[in-house]
């Protein structure tokens, strides 16, 4: 059973960069076909994929965000990171972390993270 917990600021100032890290147990991150992504949900809003970095490293971006987001991954510590950058009060969300395999995806508990001055 893979199992993912978001770590990070709950508060971010407006223009700063939000940083969260997924620490994974259960499985490596480098375990063929696993892609690890990061989604949101802003308040009153839907799920919104932000990126993903796949079991080999391939990386996708969602267009919206591409300027402003980046990911990595720590393959000695078993995680993955986002960056978002030049954030605002719409970046206000619950940020989560999760693993899309076949048949099954999993997912952290999700984290609030808040910009504002």
């Known amino acids: 059973q893979v199992q993912l917990q978001e770590s990070g600021p709950g508060l971010v100032k407006p223009s700063q960069t939000l940083s969260l890290t997924c620490t994974v147990s259960g499985d490596s991150i480098t375990t063929d076909y696993y892609y690890w992504s990061w989604i949101r949900q802003s308040p009153g809003k839907g799920l919104e994929w932000i990126i993903c970095i796949a079991y080999e490293g391939s990386i996708y971006v969602s267009p919206s965000l591409k300027s402003r987001t980046s990911i990595s991954r720590d393959t000695s510590k078993n995680q993955f990171s986002l960056q978002l950058s030049s954030v605002t009060p719409e970046d206000t969300a619950v940020y989560y972390c999760?693993?899309?395999?076949?048949?099954?995806?999993?997912w952290g508990q999700g984290t609030q993270v808040t910009v504002s001055s």
């Open positions: 999760i693993a899309i395999t076949t048949p099954n995806d999993y």
